[in-house]
């Protein structure tokens, strides 16, 4: 880019900004009148981010060797220091922020406010630079900025120790502003005149339009006269917007026939503007501009994949829009930003590719240039609830059979984000095969955005469940699997189900639940009958008040020893484990012991969902060593996770993991696993498969 602000040489990458740059710089080097806190605002387009990624560059030791540091202003280059934290929010979650943050100090905090002590207490400056604050969280309706600043940004702004630079929408960052100190914080409003860089504007404008860098060669291009003053109509015109700046340059080099130099009526002074005189100048409604690009303007994330916008353009206005679609491009490009992306599916833990993606056979995904874009036609909608209702609506019939594991990527993780904002989320939250298919990060945030009153019980079980689901990141198979067990906890039989008839090879079938508080251990055994063979039973060892328990007694060999284990407990430790090991490990012993005369059992059926009362509990017998020893599966055991494995294979054929400490378990000779947490006990049949992970 030429040019040059008072004898020095503009930022190659931004052209200007050097009354914002000098106080950026200022705040990196930490000078004496500097404040702790910079907050960068403006208007939607007003080049935030733009200046942002400037600055960035300058504080990034590697790259700002390749930037002509000796021919700029001095008092925009911020000395050279190690590169800030710059966790990116675009797409994450508020807490997912945080944990960025940690992972680049190398915290071990287990907790928020844990990360936010272990920051206060470095010996090393903490520089922390946190753009994009309007493009956080998966769920665009369910107000995850807000959530950042008021969660994260607004903490660590009070913490001494941290230097803090943002990039946030106005009342934002007037509310981030508000809880400071004076003297404590400066805003930086890039709309204002003392930040506003109308020389900039032009020079961009100019830069953009010169064929030695992207423009193709026409002759408002190549004539330098003619560049240059149309790079000056366009800055002047454009205000303080860059993006308007782009907008018109892009509807130009696009659609050049026809166009007037000398006509500045064409050149656009706000977003609004640059869309309808472009329609108009391509002879088109500027209202079938607005709504081809609607759904893009309702979408959410990355975009919509190309195959349907015609049909979520046709839900929007309510008519057939295939036609405008099919050869609209012209009309939408410079709106409008294609990407290429290479569909995945989940398998284990991560994301791999196909095998016809690995020959190139990708997807393209639309999405608008800007957001200010979609701000502008969702302004424009005259209800944009309605909106996107019908989008989901059509949504809803994209998926083949209503059967998600078929739909498409975007279908199936992002139709809960337009229910979302059209009101309906509750009424879809009722689908097993949702939930188990649905990216679990974007439905969480999606549903932690109704109230809970509002839920029906299907949906608070998933709501529950959630933090286990994004904690593991565990693929399809594996959500079924912790989301069957925790319907039954919740005493949705129907729902599990229905999990089970998605078509997954489940670790495991619960069999029961009993919601009963205080369980400190548990085992299995028999109860002879005067004939026939014996009936399996598991005793629950809980307090002596618990309604229906039996004090604890003689129980045919079944002693329970001062911290309420069964005295042969069988469990290994996971070192034990990890040597295959059939030999008896030792129980875990409690930090606190409890009073054998004030617990008490209560005794259920191991396979039916059925208490059994008024049984002798010393009638019950145990297996035996040897039947332990002879069973096809053994029992390790961790503090929040079971692991079931093959004693022959030595493979982990299910691991348990709870969101609540284990507090008891025991495996049967024929495979049936009882556990117990702080919310009571259940049964899972455990299945010898591939070792699979869930709860």
């Known amino acids: 880019m030429s040019g040059s602000t008072e004898d020095y040489a503009p930022h190659p990458h931004i052209g200007g900004r050097t009354a914002a740059l000098r ?3 200022a705040w990196r080097g930490a000078a004496p009148d500097a404040p702790r806190v910079v907050v960068v605002t403006g208007d939607s387009g007003s080049g935030r981010s733009r200046l942002l990624t400037g600055f960035l560059m300058l504080c990034e030791p590697e790259f700002r060797k390749q930037l002509p540091l000796d021919a700029m202003d001095p008092s925009t280059v911020p000395p050279e220091l190690p590169a800030p934290a710059v966790p990116a929010p675009d797409g994450l979650t508020a807490a997912q922020v945080l944990w960025l943050l940690a992972d680049h100090y190398e915290l071990d905090a287990t ?57 946030l929408p106005r009342p934002l960052a007037v509310e981030l502003a508000a809880g400071l100190a ?4 400066q805003i930086i409003d890039l709309d204002e005149p003392e930040w506003a860089d109308p020389a900039g504007l032009v020079l961009h404008a100019q830069a953009v339009l010169n064929p030695e860098f992207v423009a193709p060669e026409l002759p408002l291009t190549v004539d330098p006269a003619a560049r240059l003053a149309l790079g000056a109509a366009i800055g002047r015109r454009a205000g303080t917007s860059p993006l308007v700046v782009q907008l018109a340059v892009q509807a130009v080099l696009m659609a050049p026939e026809g166009f007037d130099p000398a006509d500045e009526g064409w050149l656009p002074t706000s977003v609004g503007e640059a869309l309808d005189l472009h329609a108009r100048r391509l002879g088109a409604d500027p209202q079938t501009l607005r709504l081809m690009l609607a759904p893009l303007a309702l979408a959410e994330t990355e975009g919509i994949p190309v195959s349907l916008w015609g049909r979520l353009a046709s839900a929007v206005a309510e008519q057939d829009m295939s036609q405008a679609i099919a050869g609209g491009m012209l009309l939408a490009g410079p709106f409008v930003q294609p990407e290429e992306q290479r569909a995945e599916e989940e398998q284990g833990g991560g994301r791999t590719l196909r095998a016809e993606e690995e020959q190139g056979d990708g997807r393209m995904l639309l999405r608008l240039l800007h957001p200010a874009i979609g701000d502008e036609i969702r302004a424009g909608l005259p209800n944009v609830r309605a909106a996107q209702t019908r989008i989901a609506m059509a949504l809803l019939e994209a998926v083949p059979e209503q059967d998600w594991s078929r739909a498409d990527p975007y279908v199936r993780d992002h139709i809960a984000g337009h229910t979302l904002e059209a009101g309906l989320l509750p009424q879809l939250l009722t689908d097993p095969g949702l939930f188990v298919h649905s990216d679990p990060v974007s439905l969480r945030a999606t549903v932690e955005a109704v109230p809970v009153e509002a839920l029906g019980a299907p949906a608070r079980t998933y709501l529950r469940t959630a933090p286990l689901l994004t904690r593991t990141q565990v693929p399809p198979a594996l959500r079924a699997a912790l989301l069957e067990t925790a319907f039954v906890e919740d005493g949705l039989p129907e729902y599990a189900d229905a999990v089970h008839r998605l078509g997954f090879e489940l670790p495991w079938r619960t069999l029961w639940s009993l919601p009963v508080a205080g369980v400190s251990a548990v085992t299995v055994g028999s109860l002879p009958r005067p004939e026939g063979p014996t009936t399996p039973v598991a005793v629950l060892v809980v307090p002596a008040d618990t309604p229906g328990a039996r004090p604890v007694g003689g129980m045919g060999g079944i002693e329970m020893d001062a911290t309420g284990e069964t005295s042969d407990a069988h469990e290994t430790s996971d070192a034990d484990e990890a040597g295959d090991s059939d030999e008896a490990g030792e129980a875990e012993e409690s930090d606190e012991t409890s009073d054998r005369g004030r617990s008490a059992v209560l005794v259920h059926d191991l396979v039916r969902p059925h208490p059994l009362a008024d049984i002798d509990p010393g009638q019950i017998l145990r297996p035996s060593e040897d039947e332990r020893a002879a069973a096809p599966l053994g029992l390790s055991r961790g503090a929040d996770y079971l692991r079931v494995w093959d004693r022959a294979s030595g493979e982990v054929v299910a691991a348990l993991l709870s969101d609540t400490p284990f507090t008891a378990a025991d495996l049967s000779p024929d495979g049936v696993l009882v556990v117990a947490t702080e919310r009571g006990a259940k049964a899972l049949h455990i299945r010898p498969a591939a070792a699979t992970i869930a709860s």
Not at 182 to 185: D, R
């Open 23 to 25: 106080a950026l710089a």
């Open 111 to 167: 907790s928020t406010q844990g990360v936010f002590a272990e920051l206060a207490a470095l010996d090393e400056p903490v520089t922390v630079v946190v753009p994009d604050v309007d493009r956080a969280g998966p769920v665009r309706a369910a107000g995850e900025p807000a959530r950042l600043v008021r969660e994260v940004l607004t903490p660590l702004a009070a913490t001494g120790t941290v230097r803090l630079l943002a990039e």
């Open 182 to 185: 004076p003297g404590t914080v």
